[in-house]
């Protein structure tokens, strides 16, 4: 086949088994998503803390908590809240990187936006090119009928 590009060359088969591998990797770990909850305890064992997907999903204190000023328990509370947030966060790029592996790893992305940008712009490129292919293809196609007649 001429007069088609690149379009030419694609292996619909492979196309479409890649689509469903990369629905099955997503249902993977929506289903391992559902699964995470990060916990964090402080150092002196008096806020208890679990954070899962949907946020704040248990909060305990220590009897021995209420002793504290209402500032001092605030700060432990929020420091052990931002410590099981990152141990969910941990369990999230853990989990990412082994449903998707090291390379296609898309919680990659977000620590390095100038990679995205590169992602972003390597896509545009592709899709000019293809674009710029197809409608001189057209164009060609246009021609010919023009001569044709």
Known sequence: MTGFGDFANIDIDQLMRRGDQQIEQ???FEQVMSDLV?????EDRLVTVEYAG???RELELHPKAMRLSSGELAEKIKETIKAASEDMQRQVE???EQVFGKE???????????AVM?????AEGLYNQ????VMADLDRI?????DSM
């Open 142 to 146: 246009r021609r010919r009928l023009e």
């Open 38 to 42: 990060g916990r964090a305890q402080d």
């Open 94 to 96: 853990e989990a990412s």
């Open 54 to 56: 949907d946020g704040l």
């Open 130 to 133: 293809t674009f710029d292919d």
């Open 118 to 122: 590169d992602k972003i712009k390597e």
């Open 104 to 114: 296609d790893n898309p919680m990659g992305l977000l620590k390095d936006p100038d």
């Open 26 to 28: 997503m249902r993977r």
